[in-house]
């Protein structure tokens, strides 16, 4: 709980201080009432929809993966057929026919995650010890240093270690960032260190594609809120 | 001597009210439908101008003006089963051989009025120029097995539907790659320890009243169903006719959806604009003078629909094919104005037209052969002016290029007798009264049910076009 508590006061003061630098600007600059009731409805319209394809690619690009030439994708677990990749949740036509389609949660948008996501999670469990990914047997690209440390110090077990709370923090907050509340993360922390963890026993790879796999999956990643 | 209070009176009085209301509710829902009943909706946006289809007028009104007519061929009367007749284009011929296993619908008006393609659509499919609720998860909702898929939309079609959590939309090249990934996918497992793990997290968090609980809500359905999803797209032929049509191919489609259980209902948006044909927004002359290519195009499509229905075998046994298990409902968003303002009649396009829409509905529950309502501008006198119009069509339409739904008498399943003196909407043919047809015909709960305005009741059903 240290950890948690070591972890989220470095960052919270350091976002309040930011935060409050920008709303000076924006008050300063007499736009901030238009802006944040503009971000208020947006948000809000979308509320319990998936963030969709873009916005999550973006998100896990950013955290797992260094910046450069060559781009994730996740559609590159969705095969070739590009209107597959719009049901996990896309923008469509322009102007004041823009709206946001698909991003209703349902079966078949949910495999389409289970499916993405779990191709994803096992090619990053396949990564142990290596400074990048292998999507697909082939596609290889760098994680950024950050994400390889975390990712390095699981795949050097043993992973449900207690004494490792440190390393599974680190490792949450490299995928989840600031999205899941704490009780999210105890949640998922107690159910991979426990005794009885059907995890208990399983090699570091298994763990490591378990571990990612729910993260991906909580509804705090995947949703607007 | 027990004595009853007035508050234990009271009490047992409202206990068997509300059990006899439930008990009523009960009978009036019915017991799901064990038969298979598949939905199937071919949509083309743009505007249908009906004068190449059901809805058309003779070469003297062109001759006066009145319309334009790039076929340059008088048409011939289309007579129903029911007596009531309507004047067809030459463009239908193909669509003899189905004529009994079709309706043909005139005249069905917009209440709204506006004029704007997406509000018709909305209205089409919702019953309200702003979308809201679609009709297409209240008739899976009555079926057993329900589809795991309430809808189930091939190509664009941007209308904000409030309901049908489950939907999507897919080509059939689509739902054959989609069906390919499925299959190849590994490890996805509904007994994996993680997503146990991922359930119960989800229903700890779908407990909530807001709209982040119900999305959670959704996720832990979604993904409790997903796997018996996958099993059925696993079990589906991924093959698609490479020399069939674009219409075959998503009938094919719908076809192998429909049997397999992913869904019962099964929306074919603008099959010919990917067709590259020429749109049927024909505002301007040189694309309105397409239109007899156009509209052969679209009657191509529909007979080749019907062809398929009744040539594909649903269940041998019985001696049933996909026609006799599917209701098919083939529409625009709206029919189109006789020319243009201010446009000579060999030069004219055509503009949008809420005040009438053309629909063909057929196919299980539907009693075919026939031809329901019908549209004005139809009787011009020795002047070339336009006889019987009504003081609601004057106001709407003073310039008189737009054809507008007659009034309609639902007990006679005719145009009514009487022009209407003031506007009322409920007077009159429209998607609502055919929606509404479609939900009695599934059995739906009346409460289901549209109505044409926001302070009307709910719209008459069609009586007579159900079998």
Same mark, same amino acid.
């Given at each position: 709980?240290r950890?948690?508590n070591k972890f989220?006061?470095?960052?919270?003061?350091?976002?309040w201080?930011?935060?409050?630098?920008?709303?000076?600007?924006?008050?300063s600059?007499?736009c901030?009432?238009?802006?944040?009731?503009?971000?208020?409805?947006a948000a809000?319209?979308?509320?319990?929809?998936f963030?969709?394809?873009?916005a999550?690619?973006?998100?896990i690009?950013?955290?797992?993966?260094k910046?450069g030439?060559?781009?994730?994708a996740l559609?590159q677990?969705?095969?070739?057929?590009?209107s597959?990749?719009?049901?996990?949740g896309i923008y469509s036509?322009v102007?004041?026919l823009?709206?946001f389609r698909n991003?209703t949660?349902n079966?078949?948008n949910?495999l389409?995650?289970?499916?993405?996501l779990?191709?994803l999670?096992?090619d990053?469990?396949?990564?142990?010890?290596?400074?990048?990914?292998?999507?697909e047997?082939?596609?290889?690209i760098?994680?950024?240093?950050?994400?390889a440390?975390?990712?390095g110090?699981?795949c050097k077990?043993p992973?449900?270690?207690?004494?490792?709370?440190?390393s599974?923090?680190?490792?949450?907050?490299?995928?989840e960032?600031f999205?899941?509340p704490?009780e999210?993360?105890?949640?998922?922390?107690?159910?991979?260190?426990s005794p009885q963890?059907?995890?208990?026993?399983?090699?570091?790879?298994?763990?490591i594609h378990a571990?990612?796999?729910?993260m991906?999956?909580?509804p705090y990643?995947?949703l607007?809120? | 001597?027990?004595?009853?209070?007035?508050?234990?009176?009271l009490?047992?009085g409202a206990?068997?009210?509300?059990?006899?209301c439930?008990?009523?509710?009960r009978?009036a829902l019915g017991e799901p439908?064990?038969?298979?009943?598949?939905?199937?909706?071919l949509?083309?946006s743009?505007?249908f101008?009906?004068s190449?289809?059901?809805d058309?007028?003779?070469?003297?009104?062109?001759?006066?003006g009145?319309?334009?007519?790039?076929l340059?061929q008088?048409p011939?009367?289309?007579v129903g089963?029911n007596?009531?007749?309507?004047?067809?284009?030459?463009?239908?011929?193909?669509?003899v051989p189905f004529?009994?296993h079709?309706s043909?619908?005139?005249g069905?008006?917009?209440p709204?009025r506006?004029?704007g393609h997406?509000?018709?659509?909305?209205v089409?499919?919702?019953?309200?120029?702003?979308g809201?609720e679609?009709?297409f998860?209240?008739?899976?909702?009555?079926l057993?097995p329900r589809g795991s898929?309430d809808?189930?939309?091939?190509?664009?079609?941007?209308?904000?539907?409030?309901?049908?959590?489950s939907?999507?939309?897919l080509?059939a090249e689509?739902?054959?790659s989609?069906?390919?990934?499925?299959?190849?996918?590994k490890?996805l497992?509904?007994?994996e320890?993680?997503?146990?793990?991922?359930?119960?997290?989800l229903q700890?968090?779908?407990?909530?009243?807001?709209? =982040?609980?119900?999305?959670?809500?959704?996720?832990?359905?979604g993904?409790?169903?997903s796997?018996?999803?996958?099993?059925?797209f696993r079990?589906?032929?991924?093959q698609?006719g490479?020399?069939?049509?674009?219409?075959?191919?998503?009938?094919?489609?719908a076809?192998?959806?429909f049997?397999?259980g992913i869904?019962?209902?099964?929306?074919?948006?603008d099959v010919?604009?990917r067709?590259n044909?020429i749109d049927?927004?024909?505002?301007d002359g040189?694309?309105a003078?397409?239109?007899?290519a156009?509209y052969?195009?679209?009657v191509a499509?529909?007979?080749?629909t =019907?062809?398929f229905l009744?040539?594909?075998?649903f269940d041998?046994s019985k001696?049933l094919?996909?026609?006799?298990v599917t209701t098919?409902?083939?529409s625009?968003e709206f029919?189109?104005t006789?020319?243009q303002?201010?446009m000579?009649?060999?030069?004219t396009?055509?503009?949008h037209n809420s005040l009438?829409?053309?629909?063909?509905?057929?196919g299980k529950?539907i009693?075919?052969?026939q031809?329901?309502?019908?549209?004005?501008?139809?009787v011009?006198d020795?002047?070339?002016?336009y006889?019987?119009?009504s003081?609601?069509?004057l106001?709407f339409?003073?310039e008189?290029?737009k054809r507008?739904?007659?009034p309609?008498?639902?007990d006679t399943?005719?145009p009514a007798?009487e022009?209407?003196?003031?506007?009322n909407?409920d007077?009159?043919?429209?998607?609502a009264s055919?929606?509404?047809t479609i939900l009695?015909?599934?059995?739906?709960d009346?409460?289901?049910?549209w109505?044409?305005?926001?302070n009307?009741g709910?719209a008459?059903i069609l009586s007579?076009?159900?079998?």
């Open positions: 709980m950890y948690w989220c006061a470095s960052r919270v003061s350091k976002f201080s930011y935060g409050l630098a920008v709303a000076l600007l924006l008050s600059s007499g901030s009432r238009r802006k944040d009731s503009f971000e208020i409805k809000g319209n979308r509320v319990g929809e963030k969709g394809i873009l999550t690619n973006k998100i690009a950013t955290r797992l993966f910046a030439e060559l781009q994730f559609s677990y969705l095969g070739s057929e590009t597959v990749m719009e049901l996990l036509n102007g004041p823009n709206d991003g949660p079966s078949l949910m389409l995650w289970n499916i993405a779990s191709g999670s096992s990053i469990a396949e990564s142990c010890g290596s400074p990048q990914i292998v999507i047997g082939s596609l290889k760098d994680y950024n240093p950050q994400f440390e975390r990712l110090a699981l077990g992973a449900l270690d207690f004494k490792n709370e440190e599974l923090l680190n490792f949450w907050w490299a995928v960032g999205d899941a704490r999210e993360y105890l949640a998922w922390r107690d159910f991979f260190m963890s059907p995890y208990a026993k399983a090699a570091s790879k298994e763990v571990m990612l796999k729910i991906f999956l909580n990643f995947l607007e809120n | 001597m027990t004595l009853y209070s007035r508050r234990k009176v009490k047992s206990a068997i009210t509300g059990g006899l439930l008990a009523q509710n009978f439908t064990k038969e298979p009943h598949f939905y199937l909706q949509y083309y743009g505007g101008d009906s190449y289809l059901f058309a007028r003779p070469l003297s009104f062109t001759a006066a009145k319309i334009q007519n790039y340059g008088d011939t009367p289309w089963s007596g009531q007749s309507c004047l067809a284009s030459s463009l239908v011929a193909p669509l004529r009994e079709f043909v619908i005139n069905v008006l917009a709204s506006d004029d997406d509000q018709n659509r909305n089409l499919f919702t019953g309200n120029s702003f809201g679609s009709y998860p209240f008739l899976n909702e009555v057993t898929l809808f189930f939309i091939s190509g664009d079609l941007s209308v904000p539907f409030s309901n049908g959590m939907s999507i939309s080509k689509g739902v054959s989609f069906s390919k990934l499925v299959a190849n996918s490890g497992s509904s007994q320890p993680a997503v146990d793990f991922v359930r119960s997290r700890l968090g779908s407990n909530g009243p807001g709209r =982040f609980s119900e999305g959670i809500r959704n996720m832990l359905t993904l409790n169903e796997y018996s999803v996958a099993n059925k079990n589906i032929d991924t698609l490479q020399s069939d049509s674009r219409i075959l191919k998503e009938l094919k489609s076809h192998k959806l049997v397999s869904t019962n209902t099964f929306v074919i948006s010919s604009n067709n044909l049927l927004d024909t505002h040189e694309s003078s397409q239109q007899p156009t052969a195009a679209i499509e529909i007979a080749e =019907f062809s009744k040539s594909t075998v041998e001696g094919s996909l026609l006799d098919v409902l083939i625009s029919n189109r006789n020319y303002e201010g000579s009649m060999d030069k396009g055509t503009d009438s829409n053309m629909m063909l509905i057929g529950g009693k075919g052969g031809v329901i309502g019908a549209t004005d501008l139809d011009l020795d002047k070339g002016l006889q019987n119009l003081k609601a069509h106001e339409d003073p008189l290029i507008m739904g007659k309609f008498d639902f399943m005719r007798s022009s209407q003196e003031d506007f909407a007077q009159y043919l429209t998607m055919i929606a509404n009695k015909m599934y059995g739906c009346e409460s289901k049910y109505s044409n305005t926001r009307s709910k008459k007579g076009l159900l079998t």
